[in-house]
């Protein structure tokens, strides 16, 4: 598994007003998306491309276009819905797929709500958008699920990941022979005994779109 921290000035302010207490869910949904966009430059560095052949004004040449299949993209709802617009910005002729999985707050484990994926992902390139990884249970569970229906190429963007997580991931998914890349915006000093990450940016999903059933 490779870990990618996207070290970048523009990143870095983003995501320190993200984090700050003060910073209302208007705020939040726009700099979330920002964000996104310019991790998902980064994410996107090896996507599948072919040749094409074009006539500019002046002459013919071969540039390249995004391969066959398409990438599809995955939102893990619901807080990863708030990154979909942002990816959806350099990869508009992606296809969207979703799974809804919400972690129990007590046992910290992730169970599965929803999905409305393609059943055959055999030979799919796939980018995973969840805004925080933090046990690791939930991303873990997500790229198996894409893998077994054949997905051969995963990435997870994250906005923020956490130590402990990351090393969870690996443990878990060392026998998948496909290769798994996190990008994200920060590596956090560690989980606290809530599971939350530390120094984080709070429930992620609350700060997007409100305190779920509150
Ligand atoms: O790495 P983990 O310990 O599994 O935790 C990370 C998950 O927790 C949050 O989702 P949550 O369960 O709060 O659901 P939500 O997106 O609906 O708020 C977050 O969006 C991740 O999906
Ligand atoms: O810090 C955390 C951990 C899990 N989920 C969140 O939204 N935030
Ligand atoms: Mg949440």
Same mark, same amino acid.
Request: proline share 6%; glycine share 8%.
């Given at each position: ?12 302010? /983003?995501?320190? #007003? ?39 004004? #002046? ?13 599809? #993209? ?9 990154? +979909? ?16 999985? #919400? ?25 995973? +958008? ?29 906005? +923020? ?9 690996? /443990? ?21 005994? /809530? ?12 700060? +997007? ?6």
């Amino acid at each position: 598994m490779r870990i990618q921290v996207v070290d970048h000035p523009l990143v870095a302010h /983003k995501l320190t #007003v993200l984090r700050d207490e003060t910073t209302d869910s208007p705020t939040f949904r726009s700099l979330a998306d920002e964000l996104v966009t310019l991790l998902a430059y980064e994410a996107t560095r090896d996507v599948r491309v072919e040749d094409s052949d074009i006539v500019t004004p #002046v002459a013919p040449t071969t540039g390249v276009k995004l391969a066959s299949p398409r990438p599809l #993209v995955v939102p893990i709802l619901r807080a990863g819905l708030g990154m +979909l617009d942002g990816m959806m910005r350099l990869l508009p002729t992606a296809e969207v797929g979703f799974l809804g999985m #919400v972690r129990n707050e007590a046992t910290l484990e992730a169970s599965t709500y929803a999905e409305r994926l393609p059943d055959d992902l055999s030979g799919r390139q796939c980018y995973v +958008l969840d805004p925080m990884l933090a046990t690791g249970g939930t991303l873990a569970a997500a790229i198996r699920f894409l893998v077994d229906r054949g997905a051969n190429d995963i990435t997870a963007v994250c906005l +923020l990941a956490a130590p402990e997580g990351c090393t969870r991931l690996e /443990k878990e998914l060392e026998d998948l022979q496909v290769p798994v890349t996190v990008v994200t915006a920060a590596m956090d000093e560690k989980l606290n005994d /809530k599971g939350y990450i530390v120094p984080g940016l709070g429930d992620a999903g609350d700060r +997007l779109y409100g305190v779920a059933g509150g």
